[in-house]
T-cell receptor, first 115, second 116 residues
């Protein structure tokens, strides 16, 4: 079974600075997808960024980018120019390319933005 | 376009009772998945339904069941509620097509269930 680990329960960053959230996963599969979701206090889980395992190029969405290291099974999220609205729980998630659309989530990292 | 909607928003039940949670997917999405999120943890997969058929089931007891209707909306049922069933229940929908983006899951706001 696949597992996802987020080793940083909490992180904080000054507004306008850059922060990196860590995620590692364990799988024996070669094809899969990785995601970062954001969950603000409103509870709505919002997709931040997606990475296909077969792509070597790291995904980027505006101020959000990932560092995908397939061999190391590492998938970190970098947030540049942090904004107050970025404060939330961030979850890393894995989805197999086969079978049910089951997302396996990590435990989450609570990100605080200091003004 | 409307996103994923869930009802009710909050629910308080007593141990042993039964509960039904409802979810309407994004228009055009044929897949619905249910997740349980206990406070302070990441969501745990419960079910996935696609075209009204169960495609996957997580490690949950038989007290949990679900179904999907012809309009692709879905219900999650939990019987004989336990205190440990208190959680945020999230529904997610996806398009499921040929592109990787079509497999992205979009979440609803969740139903907060409290069992006393």
């Amino acid at each position: 079974a696949q597992t996802v680990t987020q080793s940083q329960p909490e992180m904080s960053v000054q507004e306008a600075e850059t922060v990196t959230l860590s995620c590692t996963y364990d799988t024996s599969e070669s094809d899969y997808y990785l995601f970062w979701y954001k969950q603000p206090p409103s509870r709505q889980m919002i997709l931040v960024i997606r990475q296909e395992a077969y792509k070597q190029q790291n995904a980027t969405e505006n101020r959000f980018s990932v560092n995908f290291q397939k061999a190391a099974k590492s998938f970190s999220l970098k947030i540049s120019d942090s904004q107050l609205g970025d404060a939330a729980m961030y979850f890393c998630a894995y989805r197999s390319d086969q079978g049910a659309q089951k997302l396996v989530f990590g435990q989450g990292t609570r990100l605080t933005i200091n003004p | 376009d409307a996103g994923v909607t869930q009802s009710p928003t909050h629910l308080i039940k007593t141990r042993g009772q039964h509960v039904t949670l409802r979810c309407s997917p994004i228009s055009g999405h044929k897949s619905v998945s249910w997740y349980q999120q206990v406070l302070g943890q990441g969501p745990q997969f419960i079910f996935q339904y696609y075209e009204k058929e169960e495609r996957g089931r997580g490690n949950f007891p038989d007290r949990f069941s679900a179904r999907q209707f012809p309009n692709y909306s879905s219900e999650l049922n939990v019987n004989a509620l336990l205190l440990g069933d208190s959680a945020l229940y999230l529904c997610a929908s996806s398009l499921e097509g040929l592109s990787a983006a079509s497999y992205e899951q979009y979440f609803g706001p969740g139903t907060r269930l409290t069992v006393t």
